[in-house]
DNA sequence: CGTACTATTGAAAAATCTCAAGCGTTGTGG
DNA sequence: CCACAACGCTTGAGATTTTTCAATAGTACG
């Protein structure tokens, strides 16, 4: 029961409650769409397998992506804070969500007053991650972001126990671009350059760390993106 | 004992809960630092009058500007969710504040299952807050943040009652710039075009709005700033 | 009155974007 | 199974935006 979703981003205790709040599954297909913004939030997620981009869209109709999630993250938490969701979440790849209904959730919260510190500090830790994000779009050259994107995702998967040094990218160039504030252009320019340096070895969606160290340190000055 | 500390940016029901709160007052000068990042989170601040900046220091050392935070507002949330505050806070100008201990708003969270939830949609609006901000970071160009800027400082500080035409701002210009992303000498070009064209008026500190409409339609991209 | 700080402005340099073309993959229908 | 269409990626060249460096000026404060 307790691996039951393989929340992996979660500690232990989170683990165990989440898992006991599991109602039900859910596949989705490359690219479809999990929930709009604005729609009232009636569930929470975690994603079992997969990975899956939030996107806000702009007064002028176009969409920037907020962040990136991937198998052991939990999605929705503002829609629980805020009754409604404010991020188009769509799967990137194929992918296999837990579903958790709000209203089990909000039930077990007034019986389990730690599980609510638990979601404190987990909304906590995503504002943090947020501010992180503005920072580096706000004091990162083009090359710094993109490298704190690939070390933070490498530290995800590791975090996780996969392997963090090939990574397969699920996203696109643009959706990259999107989320660093920057043209897709730009995004491949940089892995190209990254990889004429021997930093990294980039062929198309697979993303190999040859030199960690030296893509540390371009990515040095921020606590690492996504 | 409700308007205790000016809590204008709070709803009824906060403001009389935090009122009721309050320990002590703290007075501080232009430039004065509340408290570092890494602090463990012994108290939550409202501020009564005056402003404060939030700053994140990068591993290479130099700091960026997170938010601006005026009369009315509360500090430190993610200290509360986290144990230990992130950010540096400093005063923009002489400042009274409101000091809340963390132990005392924990004992009556403990007691008031409303207060949680209230607490969640405070979290929950700081989460989108700093979300907008990086999609301002990473979408707009440099007039469009200046424009979202002064028209977000204007917007807090009509919902406060205060004039929401004739800004005094409480920040220089580098600041503003480390905020948006940019260079202090790109804000001040900034504001010089925009005052060229009739939308705003400026000497130095004191920022007129002329033409609120035009104004909006440069920042209508996002969500306004700050 | 002078010093320190903040703001403004100009000119040149650098980073990034835009537009455009071409290539490799993938998937689909004949 | 092949051809082709669609999509995503790469690369180039020129345009644009923003930064950098530098000089000047206004303001506040001792």
Redesign the pocket.
């Known amino acids: 029961m307790r691996r039951l979703c393989e929340a992996g981003g979660l500690r232990p205790a989170e683990i165990e409650v989440v898992a006991a709040l599991v109602s039900s599954r859910r596949r989705l297909e490359r690219g479809a769409r999990l929930l709009d913004a604005g729609d009232p939030c009636a569930a929470l997620f975690a994603i079992r397998s997969g990975s899956v981009k939030s996107t806000a869209r702009m007064a002028d109709g176009r969409e920037q992506v907020t962040g990136f999630y991937l198998a052991g993250d939990l999605l929705g938490l503002e829609g629980l804070a805020l009754r409604t969701h404010l991020r188009e979440l769509v799967a990137l790849e194929d992918s296999e969500l837990c579903v958790v209904r709000r209203g089990d959730l909000e039930a077990l919260l007034g019986r389990l007053p730690r599980l609510h510190a638990e979601l404190h500090a987990l909304m906590g830790r995503e504002l943090v991650r947020a501010q992180g994000t503005s920072l580096a779009l706000g004091s990162l050259?083009?090359?710094e972001r993109v490298a704190a994107f690939v070390v933070g995702l490498s530290r995800r998967l590791r975090e996780r126990g996969r392997d963090g040094a090939a990574l397969v990218l699920p996203m696109?160039?643009?959706e990259i671009g999107s989320f660093l504030?920057?043209?897709?252009?730009?995004v491949?320019?940089i892995?190209?350059r990254l990889h004429g340096e021997g930093i990294l070895e980039?062929k198309?969606?697979v993303v190999t760390i040859r030199d960690g160290e030296r893509l540390e340190r371009l990515a040095a000055r921020c606590e690492a993106l996504l």
Chains 1, 2 share one sequence.
């Open positions: 050259a083009a090359d696109t160039r643009a504030g920057l043209q897709l252009e730009t491949s320019r892995f190209s980039v198309r969606q």
